[in-house]
């Protein structure tokens, strides 16, 4: 007998694959707020 796919690893690793991305976005998105208003004060 096969042995049946854990779909909840699966999901698991899904919902952390875009959490890390969402992370990631996140960050990028206040470093370049960080740049743009130390521009603004020069």
Same mark, same amino acid.
């Given at each position: 007998?096969?042995? #049946?796919?854990?779909?909840?690893?699966?999901? !698991? %690793?899904?919902?952390?694959?875009?959490? @890390? #991305?969402?992370?990631?976005?996140?960050?990028? !998105? %206040?470093?370049?707020?960080?740049?743009? @208003?130390?521009?603004?004060?020069?």
């Amino acid at each position: 007998m096969a042995r #049946k796919p854990n779909y909840n690893y699966e999901k !698991r %690793q899904k919902e952390l694959a875009k959490k @890390a #991305k969402k992370e990631e976005k996140l960050k990028r !998105r %206040q470093e370049q707020k960080v740049e743009s @208003a130390s521009d603004d004060a020069e």
